[in-house]
């Protein structure tokens, strides 16, 4: 079966580093398989090299969990964590604020509207009844005449 990987040196100062079996720093690499495409592992630095001894060290990157990847303690983890939330929380409530605010003006703009249609029916009344007192006087007229 044929291996394909590719070196990575994009690991985070704040992540672990891993010993492999015979001691040594192994090395981040990438996956470019097919079954496991871009997926990153540990593995010996000898494995890549067949004229070394090679400890047989292999190590999944998403196998551990993400508190192993902190050198200060696993308390790290939860407090970048917490720090990711706080932040988020933060956007929400601008959001929402904004949401409030826009809500306000839309209450403003409906209570507008209501008194302006309010206002509309009393004239329509009025106009409806200055048309039938005319209406009346012209029967009323129109009774005299004949």
Known sequence: MARSYVAST?????????????????KLWTSRTTKNPDRLFFC???SMDPSKK???????VDDDSPTQWYDDSPTQWY?????????????????NMELVMENMELQKKVMKL????????????????MLFGIVLVYIFIRLLVS
Request: charged share 35%; aromatic share 10%; proline share 2%.
């Open 10 to 26: 994009s690991q985070s100062s704040a992540r672990k580093t891993r010993k492999c079996n015979c001691g040594q720093q192994a």
């Open 44 to 46: 010996c630095p000898n």
């Open 54 to 60: 090679d400890c047989g060290y292999f190590k999944w």
């Open 79 to 95: 407090k970048d964590k917490v720090d990711e939330l706080h932040k988020e929380n933060t956007e929400l409530y601008k959001k």
């Open 114 to 129: 209501e008194a302006f249609n309010k206002k509309n029916l009393i004239d329509l009344f009025t106009v409806k009844v």
